[in-house]
């Protein structure tokens, strides 16, 4: 069993930044691969970002690419999404997920465990 906590999100205006910290506990975090997604008002659950165990692969959502980050901290059992050069259309829920696995996942079902999400404001 792992547990996650979002933390980070906030109000901010269109251009700005935002760091999205995922705190994990539980298990050892460094056998987990981990996503961050997002659900906005009205839509349903996107992919954002992933990274691998070891934070050596990642993928990102194409609409993300050049403007957000994914990292890790597996000494700190943390998780991150830098976010860059927000939108209002970003506005969402951000959340983060898990899997006891070495691959790099991007789709919902594959994740074992989640988060309760942080909320991310733009403003125009």
């Known amino acids: 069993q792992v547990q996650l906590v979002e933390s980070g999100g906030g109000l901010v205006q269109a251009g700005g930044s935002l760091r999205l910290s995922c705190a994990a506990s539980?298990?050892?975090?460094?056998?987990?691969?981990m996503g961050w997604f997002r659900q906005a008002p009205g839509k349903e659950r996107e992919f954002v970002a992933a990274?691998?165990?070891?934070?050596?692969?990642?993928d990102y959502a194409d609409s993300m690419k050049g403007r957000f980050t994914i990292s890790r901290d597996n000494a700190k059992n943390m998780g991150y999404l830098q976010m860059n050069s927000l939108k209002p259309e970003d506005t969402a829920v951000y959340y983060c997920?898990?899997?006891?696995?070495?691959?790099?996942?991007?789709?919902?079902?594959?994740?074992?465990?989640w988060g309760q999400g942080t909320q991310v404001t733009v403003s125009s």
């Open positions: 990274i691998d165990w070891s934070g050596g692969s990642t």
């Open positions: 539980g298990r050892t975090f460094r056998n987990y691969a």
């Open positions: 997920a898990a899997k006891y696995t070495r691959a790099v996942l991007t789709t919902q079902r594959a994740y074992s465990y």
